[in-house]
Each structure stands twice: as structure tokens, then as C-alpha cells.
């Protein structure tokens, strides 16, 4: 899924570029922004799955650093190319070259013992191991294959309830923390992209005041 979102996000902007015109520029606008939005959560969760929990809250802020920072060299690009064809075509046809992370970056080792496929976990977490230039203990080893055994007889044993949206519907308390939470995602939303897009109607240069105001993110 984050692959196709990708290829999805890279697509579109390109088209959006080459566009002939403003109902074509939008329909792409639109379907951009669908692609964009399976990138940005599924690398957060994927970046945060990969780090332990006495540094997860850590690691989410880092993340976001990156957030700001693209931000930041968009402004830096249209300052110093001007036009917006050239802008778009920047921003877009590098995210290609992403596709090579399928190749690059493992499966979440925390994704697959969820899914109960605990020998693929164990090699995720031998080669991070050996990047870190650390050994794994025969008992964390042990301990892998022993759960893969259990999992091999609960497969033949029972089969797991696919997950589906009707659990959902049917709990009371999930429907109502779902609605504030979305309230809460817009509400934050509107605001965050309000002041992010109004800082070029401050005095001075516009894009030095998008600039700055994509950094001030961080602190």
C-alpha cells in the first residue's frame, strides 16, 4: 500500500504539472491528494513500529522534523525557480526514485508477530542486529522459535475472525471516540494549513515568511 501511494502521490503531481487545464489541473490536485494520503501514517507508523518503547514518543517528534524541513525546501525551491510548472515537476517526479524502498526497508518486525509470522520477524530483527552491530541472545532466539511452534498448531486448530468494520459499528465506545477524533483531526487541520498558507500574507518576502514559518514547526 505504501508503495502504490507513492507511486499514486508521484503520478498525479506530475499531472498536475502537464495538466491543459484548470478542471484537469484540479481532477489531479484531487487524486493527489488521495495518493498523499497513504504515505505520510503508513511511513510514520512503519518509522515508529522499528523503534522501542522508551523512545517511540521521541521518535515521533524526530519524524515530524522531516515533515517541516520538505516543507521548508518547497519554499526554498520556489524561491529560487519562480514558476510553478517547474516547482510541481521538483516535487513530484523525485518520489519515483522511493519505489526502491520495497527493496530497502524490511516489514515491520511488530506487524508480522502480530500476524503470527514470527520466523520472518526474527530475520528482520537479525539484520537490524547486525547493523547496530549487536548479538541477539539465544534466549530472545529461543523464544521466537518456540512462539513459531505454538502458532503452527493454533493454525491448524482455529482460524482467526477477519477484521472487519462491522466490529467497529457495533461498539458504542469506539463510534464515539472515532467522531472526536475526526473532529479533532479537522479542527487541527484547518488550523495548522490556515497559518501555514496565510504566513505569505505577512509583510516581507513571501517565501522567506514560508519558509520560517515551516521551521518554526520544530521547536
Not at 499514486?8 to 502537464?18: D, E, K, N, R
Not at 530483527?125 to 541477539?136: C, D, H, S, Y
Not at 466490529?167 to 488550523?191: D, E, P, Q, Y
Request: glycine content about 8%; aromatic content about 12%.
Amino acid at each position: 500500500i505504501f508503495i502504490v501511494s507513492i507511486i499514486a502521490m508521484s503520478l498525479t503531481g506530475i499531472a498536475q504539472a502537464l495538466a491543459n487545464g484548470y478542471t484537469t489541473f484540479i481532477a489531479f490536485a484531487l487524486l493527489n491528494a488521495v495518493g498523499t494520503a497513504g504515505v505520510y501514517p503508513l511511513a510514520f507508523v512503519l518509522g515508529l513500529e522499528m523503534v522501542g518503547k522508551r523512545k517511540r514518543e521521541m521518535a515521533g517528534v524526530v519524524l515530524n522534523y522531516f515533515y517541516s524541513f520538505g516543507e521548508a525546501l518547497v519554499g526554498i525551491i520556489a524561491w529560487l525557480d519562480g514558476d510553478w510548472v517547474n516547482l510541481q515537476l521538483w516535487v513530484s517526479a523525485p518520489s519515483l526514485l522511493f519505489i526502491c524502498y520495497y527493496w530497502i526497508i524490511p516489514e515491520s518486525a511488530r506487524w508480522l508477530m502480530a500476524k503470527k509470522l514470527n520466523v520472518k520477524a526474527l530475520e528482520v530483527i537479525r539484520k537490524v542486529a547486525r547493523e547496530n552491530g549487536a548479538e541477539l541472545s539465544q534466549n530472545i532466539i529461543a523464544e521466537f522459535e518456540r512462539e513459531h511452534e505454538e502458532v503452527e498448531i493454533d493454525k491448524k486448530e482455529c482460524r482467526d475472525e477477519p477484521a472487519s468494520y462491522k466490529g467497529l459499528l457495533k461498539s458504542r465506545i469506539l463510534m464515539i471516540r472515532c467522531f472526536i477524533l475526526f473532529i479533532i483531526w479537522g479542527t487541527n487541520a484547518f488550523v495548522f494549513y490556515g497559518l501555514s498558507l496565510n504566513a505569505i500574507n505577512l509583510s516581507g518576502n513571501i517565501y522567506l515568511n514560508f519558509i520560517l514559518g515551516c521551521l518554526i514547526e520544530i521547536p
